[in-house]
Structure formats: structure tokens, C-alpha cells
């Protein structure tokens, strides 16, 4: 029997997220997990603290549809910062099941049968299915090795009639790309130009080592037409809570709102409250947050050069995206597998990150959101390629 046989066309492409595929094989092997990302230690203890008191406090029952009013202005007022904005906790944010249901509440609520997405590749797993789910079409743009920039005329040239929405990952997941200014200002140009929407996704915001996070919603004349998506997950080490947000003008959080309310209509309230409390940690806690990232990039960076990877240095993110070739595999799903059975370290191969997986058959992705003692193992490990 063919196990996916009632899964609708719309998701048949799919199959099994990348991520749970080798997040079992790294328990299989016993191997050190640098495959997903999700931090192997807890966030802040006063925000899971306050977690713990809303829910003696009394705050179990369904949150407003938008999000608890306390959170809904720790948003406004960071992110109104952040900007350089002025963002209405009322009108303008709208809290979500993580980011994940962020892109896809934007995305079920602008657009319509066959209206055109476009997106950089590679790409967040769940943008394409995203777009399938919302009726739309995806169309990719590759971004290629050693820096993974924005061709602004590949972006011309993939605009037509059709297209709706440009969907920016800045910081970048996987490739560690920070989008410069230029490239921001060619995008809003090419937004403004052909009325389109974009979806900025900004989960890894806080988490830039060159460069600068510039919110493209801070741009002339781009809050009218930016959903900024953004999320407790990567910032705060919660990737467990799902909490996360969209900002956005009026007109474009009631088109979020309007499948947000039949999706998931409201998140964990007690969550909420914890939420409120991490955004008000202030700049002292995104200073620790960006020194112990930087440490733990060198350390895996090096040690990834040393034994002879091509080591793409993330400017952002805590993904680094490496060249194997020099280890002679064919392609990086038979590296990866060697990698997972016999040195002990899983790794995502990001073929499932491009429209045509062939374009990432020299990459592996590793994560580096682990303690010291876990990448120095992962590193011991490593040796044994070498
Ligand atoms: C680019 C990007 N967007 C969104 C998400 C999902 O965020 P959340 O866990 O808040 O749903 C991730 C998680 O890996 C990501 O890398």
C-alpha cells in the first residue's frame, strides 16, 4: 500500500520533512546532532519562570485572537525600536504558532488561485509547501556560493502579472546571508514598482555576526507593504514554544489575521506571558546571546576548515553551510549518510532546500545551536574525516 495515497496532490511532493528524517538517523547511529536547529539548552529561566506564574496566575483560557495585549505591546515597542517604526500593538501585530504558522497564515491570507511567490533558494523547508497549501506557485530564485547574494535582475526577471509576494529570509537559513542594504533597496524598488507584498522573514534577527539586520519594513514607503515575521524560537532558545509574531500594517495583518483566526484562532496564553517577559530583557540579554553565538561559530568554522571542508562563514544565523568535496562522496546525501554512520555526526544535505535538489549536491548544512562540550565532541569526532 502506498503510505501517502490520501495525501491530496497539493502535498504529495513533499514526503517527510528533511529534518525528522535525520533526526532519527542521528538516534539510530548515536551521533552528535548538528542536523536541525534547535538549541540543545534552555532560554532564559526568568521567562519560563514567568510561564509557570501565569499559569498560577489564571491565564488558561483561550488568548484574545490576536494575542495577549501585554504581548502584543512587548512587540510594538522592541520591534517599534528595532525599526525605527511606529507599530500599533492593536492594529499591527498578531501573535502565531511560531513563525511557521506566521509564513503560512500571510501566505493563506494574500493570495489567490495561481498567484506567483517569489523565493530565494534554498529555502526554509516549509516556504514551498507554504505556498502549495495557499494555491499559489513558487517561483525560485538561486542564490550561489561563496556569499548566497540577491540577483536583483534575477528578481526582475521572475516578476510578471502574476506575481503577488516576494518571500525574504534575511538573516538566511541556511546559507548564514545577511542582506546588504543594496539589496533591500533593489528589492523595494522592485515591490514598489509591480505593487507587491513582502513577507520578511526574520526569525534569526538577533543572531548577526557581520553586518547589520536592516527589517526591510524600515525602508521608505516599505511599511505599507511588509508582513516582518519574527519569532520567540531562535532569539530566546524556545524553539518549543511556537510562539511567534506578525507586524504588519492594518490592511496586511487583517489579510494574516483572516486565516490565523481559522487556523489556529488563538496561542497558548500562559506562553504569551513568558513571551512578554523575554522581550523585556533588554539589550543586555542580545549581547550575551550574539558573544556566546560568535564562539560557538569560530570553534566549528575552524575546526570544519581544518579538516578540509569549504567553509562558507555565516554573517548571520546559527547555520553554517559547507562545501564536502574534498571528501570525494557522490553528492551530499551519501556524504551525510558516511557522516551519520561512521564518524558520529548528523548533518542536513540541503537538497530538499532547492526546486532542483542537483543545486546543493556539494553543501551540507551543519547547525552550531549547542553547548561547548557538544560541538567539542562533534569536533573530536570530525578528526576521523580528516
Ligand atoms: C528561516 C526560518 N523561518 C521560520 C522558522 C520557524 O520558526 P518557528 O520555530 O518559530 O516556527 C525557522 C526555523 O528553523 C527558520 O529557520
Not at 51 to 59: E, L, R, V, Y
Not at 267 to 279: K, S, Y
Request: hydrophobic share 40%.
Amino acid at each position: 500500500m502506498n503510505a501517502s495515497q490520501h495525501v491530496c496532490c497539493r502535498l504529495q511532493p513533499f514526503g517527510e520533512s528533511v529534518f525528522a528524517t535525520w533526526s532519527r538517523l542521528a538516534a539510530e547511529h548515536g551521533a552528535v546532532n548538528l542536523g536541525q536547529g534547535f538549541p540543545d539548552f534552555d532560554g532564559p529561566p526568568e521567562v519560563i519562570e514567568a510561564a509557570h506564574q501565569a499559569m498560577q496566575d489564571g491565564h488558561n483560557q483561550y488568548a484574545p485572537m490576536q494575542g495577549v495585549p501585554v504581548l502584543r505591546t512587548a512587540i510594538a515597542q522592541s520591534a517599534g525600536e528595532q525599526m525605527g517604526l511606529d507599530v500599533n500593538p492593536d492594529t499591527d501585530i498578531t501573535v502565531t504558532a511560531g513563525c511557521t504558522e506566521a509564513i503560512s497564515a500571510a501566505l493563506l491570507g494574500l493570495l489567490n488561485p495561481g498567484d506567483e511567490v517569489i523565493v530565494f533558494e534554498p529555502f526554509y523547508d516549509s516556504y514551498p509547501a507554504s505556498i502549495a497549501m495557499a494555491g499559489g506557485v513558487m517561483r525560485p530564485i538561486t542564490t550561489r556560493p561563496p556569499h548566497f547574494g540577491i540577483d536583483l535582475d534575477a528578481v526582475r526577471d521572475a516578476v510578471n502579472n502574476r506575481t503577488r509576494a516576494i518571500l525574504l529570509n534575511t538573516p538566511h537559513n541556511p546559507t548564514g546571508h545577511v542582506a546588504t542594504h543594496d539589496e533591500l533597496k533593489g528589492l523595494a524598488a522592485i515591490a514598489h514598482e509591480h505593487d507587491l507584498v513582502v513577507i520578511a522573514d526574520e526569525v534569526y534577527d538577533r543572531i548577526v555576526f557581520e553586518g547589520e539586520h536592516r527589517s526591510i519594513a524600515s525602508l521608505e514607503g516599505m511599511w505599507e507593504r511588509t508582513i516582518t515575521l519574527r519569532s520567540m524560537a531562535k532569539t530566546f532558545s524556545m524553539t518549543g514554544w511556537k510562539i511567534g509574531w506578525a507586524i504588519a500594517p492594518p490592511a496586511l495583518s487583517a489579510a494574516v489575521r483572516a486565516s490565523h483566526q481559522f487556523m489556529t484562532y488563538s496561542i497558548a496564553n500562559p506562553l504569551q506571558h513568558g513571551a512578554a517577559v523575554a522581550l523585556g530583557l533588554g539589550d543586555s540579554y542580545y549581547v550575551g546571546l550574539h558573544r556566546d553565538y560568535l564562539a560557538r561559530r569560530d570553534l566549528l568554522c575552524n575546526a570544519l576548515e581544518q579538516v578540509g571542508f569549504g567553509v562558507h562563514r555565516p554573517a548571520g544565523t546559527y547555520f553554517v553551510m559547507c562545501d564536502h568535496t574534498n571528501f570525494g562522496f557522490d553528492g551530499s546525501e551519501s556524504f551525510c549518510q558516511h557522516l551519520v554512520e561512521h564518524i558520529g555526526i548528523a548533518a542536513i544535505p540541503p537538497g530538499s532546500f532547492y526546486s532542483n535538489p542537483e543545486d546543493g549536491r556539494d553543501l551540507v548544512r551543519f547547525a552550531f545551536c549547542k553547548t561547548m562540550p557538544v560541538l567539542e565532541e562533534a569536533i573530536r569526532r570530525l578528526s576521523l574525516l580528516a
